[in-house]
């Protein structure tokens, strides 16, 4: 009976895969927002303020660190939790594939969001004469939140692999 369990257990680690089939669509649709942005752009581009071309900018530059953070999830998320990819001998491989455990991941996952806040937080600064200040104050101390979320995390990822470590020998 606890072997039937077990099994079932692993072999329930499939119903992810649909999930990961989920965030390439998402991906198609960042892909379809950002060329979407382009597009409106290029009629106006001679009359476009300095700054309001630096904020759309950002803004492309913000779709895709949100796509690369959804291609590494669902690729390394895949290749942790359902199965090894088996990616053809042609095919070019990317170098981080099969190298992020989900410890490295998560902590991948958390400098992408310290680095998205980044650039938002960027944006918020470059359209600081349009907000309260109050609000400003609230966009920094979200970043400073995820800042420090990730830094805890990355902390805590060290202090564990450096006691796995040495606890080996």
């Known amino acids: 009976m606890e072997r039937f369990f077990e099994n079932l257990m692993y072999s329930l680690r499939w119903l992810l895969a ?7 669509l998402a991906v198609l649709l960042l892909a379809i927002k ?27 530059i913000d779709i895709a660190l949100v796509g690369g953070l959804l291609v590494m999830v669902m690729l390394s998320g895949y290749e942790n939790f ?7 001998g042609g095919t070019e491989k990317l170098a ?25 937080l960027l ?18 101390i979200m970043h400073l939140t995820f800042v420090g979320s990730a830094f805890a995390m990355g902390y805590l990822d060290k202090l564990t692999r450096d006691k796995s470590d040495t606890s080996g020998d």
Do not use: R
Request: hydrophobic share 50%; no cysteine; charged share 15%.
């Open 18 to 24: 649909p999930i990961y089939l989920g965030l390439s």
């Open 34 to 60: 950002f060329f979407q942005e382009l597009v409106h752009a290029f009629p106006v581009i001679l009359s476009t303020p300095e700054v309001d071309l630096i904020l759309m900018v950002l803004t492309l």
């Open 82 to 88: 359902v199965s090894t990819l088996n990616i053809h």
């Open 96 to 120: 981080w594939l099969g190298k992020i455990d989900s410890g490295g991941l998560k902590n991948k996952v958390a400098a992408s969001i310290v680095a998205i806040s980044s650039i938002h």
């Open 123 to 140: 944006k918020v600064f470059m359209n600081a004469e349009n907000l309260a200040d109050d609000k400003i104050k609230w966009y920094v």
